[in-house]
C-alpha cells in the first residue's frame, strides 16, 4: 500500500473541508484534501445550497413574468417552463462552481486524493479508491465529513416517490401534488421552487409554527404572506407514515384524513455523517454521532481537529467556512476566530427571510432587557418602486447600553442586506451605530437605518 506524507489532511471536501484546504496551502502547508465524490463543493455546492438557489431563481423570474409584469406596463403570452432545460441550467451552474473548487486546488498545490477516507490513527487516513488503498500520513489532519438528510423509521426514502432534498432538486415535471414534511428551511424553500411552476405544496409541520426557532414576529408574518402564495401549511401536524401506490404516495397523518401526493419530500433536517470512518477507534469522542471538540476544534486527540456539520450546531456552510479557517490557523500555532453570535440565517422564499443574533423570545428568555424597533418596507421608496413591499426589518437593542442584540429582515434581498447586521454584531455596534451610519437613498437597506432609529423611538418616515 502506497503511502504519502502531507502536513495537513482535510477529510472531506465541502465548504469547510476545501476552504480549510485552500487557507492551509495558504500558510505553507503542503495539503491534502481526501473526497469521495466524483466533484469537489460538498453537499453545498453540489447538491444543496447552488442548485437550490438556481432554482429558486429560475422560478422567481417565472414567477415574477406571470404575475408582476402586468405592474410594469409588460404584456406577454403565458410563460411556460421547460422543465428539462431549467435543470439543465442548474446543472451547468453547479459545474461551474465545482470546476472552480478544483481550479482553486491547482492554483494552491492542493492534492485530491479522490475515495472514502477512514481515520486509522490520529496521524494516518485510509483512502480507499478507484485504483486501491492508499495511506495518507500528516502531522495534522482536519475531519470534516459534513451532514446527511435525516430518514425517518416509519417514512423511508424510496428515491423515487418518497424523497430527500436531493431528489428535490431533480424532479422531471411538475408534481400535481407535492407534500413536504418539515416546514424549516430546506422544506419551505423547495416547497417554492415546485408552487411557482403550477404544483399544489401542502407543508406539514410537527411544530406549532413553519420556520421553528426563529423570531415569531417574523414568522407569523411570513406564514400570512406564503399562505398567500398558495401554500397549505398544516402546523401542529404529526406524520405517521406513508405507502406506495403506483406513481402516488398516500400519507398518513395523526387525526386526519390521509393525502394523496405526487412526491413526498422528508426535509425534517440533517444529521452529522460520522459512520464507517474510524473516527471512534482513533480515539475521538462522539455524542449521538456528533464529534466533541473544544473551542479551538481540537478533538482531542493528536492533532485532530473537527469543523462544519459533523460536530453540530447551526448546519450552514458559511458556518463551516470559518471553523475550517479557525482550525487551521490554530494548528498551524496562529489564533482562529467565529463569533457564533454574528453568523447569519437566511431563507430563500420569497420574500427572503435573514437573521443574525437573538430572536425576541430568546432576548425575554436570557432576561434581557430589550427595545425593539420595526420598519415596514411597504414604506420604503424602493421597495414601492419594484413593488416589492412586502415584509419589514426588525432590531433588538439591550434597553440600558443600547448595544444590538439581534436583526431580522422578512423582504426583498434580505439574504443581501443582512450582512450589514452581521458586521454591526461583529464589531458590537449599537442600534445608534447603524442610525447614523448614512445609508444611500433610494435603497432597501434604508429599512435598516429606519428600524435602528425605531429602537430610539425616532424614525422619520414611518
Known amino acids: 500500500m502506497a503511502e504519502d506524507t ?19 496551502a495558504q500558510l505553507g502547508f503542503k495539503t491534502a484534501c481526501v473526497e469521495k465524490e466524483s466533484a469537489l463543493g460538498g453537499t453545498c455546492v453540489r447538491v444543496g445550497c447552488i442548485p437550490s438557489k438556481a432554482l429558486l431563481d429560475s422560478t422567481e423570474l417565472f414567477d415574477q413574468i406571470r404575475h408582476k409584469s402586468k405592474l410594469h406596463g409588460i404584456t406577454v403570452d403565458e410563460p411556460t417552463m421547460d422543465v428539462a432545460k431549467m435543470h439543465a441550467r442548474k446543472d451547468a451552474v453547479v459545474k461551474a462552481n465545482t470546476d472552480g473548487v478544483a481550479f482553486l486546488f491547482k492554483k494552491n498545490k492542493i492534492e485530491w486524493v479522490r475515495g472514502f477516507g477512514r481515520l486509522t490513527s490520529p496521524e494516518t487516513v485510509e483512502v480507499q479508491g478507484e485504483g486501491g488503498a492508499r495511506t ?37 415535471e411538475v408534481p400535481g401534488h407535492l407534500v413536504v414534511v418539515g416546514g424549516g428551511v430546506i422544506g419551505m424553500e423547495l416547497g417554492s421552487v ?12 410537527m411544530a406549532p409554527t413553519i420556520l421553528p426557532g426563529m423570531d415569531a414576529e417574523i414568522v407569523r408574518a411570513a406564514d400570512r404572506i406564503f399562505r398567500k402564495e398558495g401554500f ?5 401536524t404529526r406524520v405517521t407514515g406513508a405507502e406506495r401506490k ?30 464507517g470512518m474510524g473516527f471512534e477507534e482513533a480515539g475521538v469522542r462522539l455524542e449521538r454521532g456528533v464529534i466533541q471538540v473544544d473551542e479551538h476544534f481540537h478533538t482531542g486527540v493528536g492533532s485532530v481537529y473537527a469543523i462544519g456539520d459533523a460536530i453540530g450546531g447551526r448546519m450552514l456552510a458559511h458556518k463551516a467556512e470559518e471553523e475550517g479557517v479557525a482550525a487551521v490557523e490554530f494548528a498551524a500555532g496562529n489564533h482562529g476566530h467565529i463569533n457564533y453570535d454574528a453568523v447569519a440565517n437566511v431563507v430563500y422564499t420569497w420574500p427572503e427571510i435573514a437573521s443574525v443574533g437573538m430572536t425576541e423570545e430568546e432576548a425575554k428568555a436570557a432576561g434581557r432587557e430589550y ?19 412586502d415584509g419589514m426589518v426588525k432590531v433588538i437593542a439591550d434597553a440600558k447600553t443600547d448595544r444590538l442584540l439581534g436583526l431580522h429582515i422578512l423582504g426583498p434581498r434580505a439574504s443581501d442586506m443582512i450582512a450589514e447586521a452581521a458586521l454591526a ?23 435598516v437605518k429606519e428600524a435602528a432609529l425605531a429602537a430610539g423611538g425616532r424614525a422619520i418616515h414611518i
Do not use: C
Not at 194 to 205: H, I, S, Y
Not at 373 to 378: E, L, N, S
Open 136 to 172: 495518507l500520513r500528516a502531522k495534522h489532519v482536519i475531519l470534516a465529513s459534513g451532514s446527511v438528510p435525516v430518514e425517518l423509521p416509519f417514512l423511508k426514502f424510496d428515491h423515487e416517490r418518497i424523497i430527500d432534498s436531493t431528489g428535490a432538486l431533480t424532479i422531471p
Open 371 to 389: 427595545r425593539v424597533g420595526k420598519f415596514p418596507f411597504q414604506a420604503n421608496g424602493r421597495a414601492r418602486a419594484m413593488a416589492e413591499t
Open 425 to 447: 454584531m461583529e464589531f458590537h455596534s449599537s442600534a445608534e451605530d447603524i442610525a447614523m451610519t448614512v445609508h444611500a437613498h433610494p435603497t432597501l437597506p434604508e429599512a
Open 246 to 275: 403506483g406513481d402516488k404516495v398516500v400519507v398518513s397523518v395523526d387525526g386526519q384524513e390521509p393525502i394523496e401526493a405526487d412526491y413526498v419530500l422528508v426535509a425534517v433536517g440533517r444529521r452529522a455523517y460520522t459512520e
Open 194 to 205: 415546485w408552487l411557482r411552476l403550477g404544483a399544489k405544496v401542502t407543508v406539514l409541520e
Open 232 to 236: 397549505e401549511l398544516r402546523t401542529g
Open 6 to 24: 502531507f502536513d495537513l489532511i482535510v477529510l472531506g471536501g465541502g465548504p469547510g473541508g476545501y476552504v480549510a484546504a485552500i487557507r492551509a
